[in-house]
């Protein structure tokens, strides 16, 4: 099975700032990589798909690189409704989650 | 508008089983994968398994095979996932979502509403 790893668990930055989450996959899974945001108590809403393509309705301010082993998720500035777990998730093959990242305002 | 509206809330003994269903609307079902998502309470996401519609074929993750059973009637538009050998440890938010391209493995663009599965002796 292909194991994600995110990183890092948790971060808190400033309205205005920009945030980077990094996605780790145990194998090389090409560009099949999705970015989910969840919200408490709701479900996870697709943001990014197939590494980099936004989701259509999702604020151009987030976007997503990578391919490989290697996924960066990037909110260029941090806006108070972007506070969520985001999580990364593979479909090479059969899909797996990362552990998720929190992130706050400060 | 596309939605999956799942069943409602189920508490169970440990060693029980349990039945969620997940029912889709405004789309075509039987050419895009259900999956079957659960979130323990305050831990993040975990992939149980998959039903192809096209083919009525299932794909569980290692976790759990063994244990579940997901099954599907186009004919209603629902999916079912079963769990047997209930634990306290499948104390969970079970949801479903949809592939969103059809006969593809990619992501999930529409999600239920989840139900919540509590095992409690």
């Known amino acids: 099975d292909i194991q994600m790893t995110q990183s890092p668990s948790s971060l808190s930055a400033s309205v205005g700032d920009r945030v980077t989450i990094s996605c780790q996959a145990s194998?090389?899974?090409?560009?099949?990589l999705n970015w989910y945001q969840q919200k408490p108590g709701k479900a996870p809403k697709l943001l990014i798909y197939d590494a980099y393509i936004l989701e259509t309705g999702a604020p151009s301010r987030f976007s997503g690189s990578g391919s490989g082993t290697d996924f960066t998720l990037t909110i260029s500035s941090l806006q108070p409704e972007d506070v969520a777990t985001y999580y990364c998730q593979q479909f090479e093959n059969l899909p797996a989650f990362g552990g998720g990242t929190k992130v706050e305002i400060q | 508008q596309v939605h999956l509206v799942q069943s409602g809330a189920e508490v169970r003994k440990p060693g029980a089983s349990v039945k969620v269903s997940c029912k889709a609307s405004g789309y075509t079902v039987t050419y895009h994968y259900i999956h079957w998502v659960r979130q323990a309470p305050g831990q993040g996401l975990e992939y149980v398994g998959l039903?192809?519609?096209?083919?009525?074929?299932?794909t569980y993750a290692q976790n759990f095979q063994g244990r579940v059973t997901v099954t599907g009637d186009t004919s209603t538009s629902t999916v079912y996932l079963e769990l047997s050998s209930l634990r306290s440890e499948d104390t969970a938010l079970y949801f479903c979502?949809?592939?969103?391209?059809?006969?593809?493995?990619?992501?999930?663009?529409?999600w239920g509403q989840g139900t919540v599965v509590t095992v409690s002796s």
């Open positions: 194998q090389a899974i090409s560009n099949s």
């Open positions: 979502a949809r592939s969103q391209t059809p006969t593809e493995l990619d992501g999930f663009d529409v």
């Open positions: 039903f192809n519609p096209t083919s009525g074929t299932t």
